[in-house]
């Protein structure tokens, strides 16, 4: 399955906290989907959220988080992982 990295820009401050709440919204949602979220990175001081997802395309990543929590990606990038 493809791997995604997604990125979102926040207007608001965002912590952890915030967004490990988010993350378990995405947990509960992805398996209707096909998609596994893997990952997540947060910049605090710049409100960026990254998050990394195995997905059939980067539609069905956005669906997740749309149904889960309605934050969607400002951007999703197809990504290999190097080793």
């Not at 605090?44 to 990254?50: D, L, P, R, V, Y």
């Not at 998050?51 to 999703?76: F, M, S, Y």
Request: glycine share 6%; charged share 25%.
């Amino acid at each position: 399955m493809p791997l995604f990295m997604d990125v979102h820009t926040l207007g608001d401050k965002v912590t952890m906290d915030d967004v490990a709440g988010a993350h378990q919204a995405d947990l509960a949602t992805q398996e209707a989907y096909g998609v596994n979220y893997l990952r997540y990175w947060v910049d605090e001081a710049n409100s960026k959220i990254f998050c990394l997802v195995d997905a059939p395309d980067a539609d069905a990543a956005n669906t997740v988080h749309r149904q889960a929590h309605g934050l969607v990606a400002d951007e999703i990038w197809q990504v290999q992982e190097g080793r």
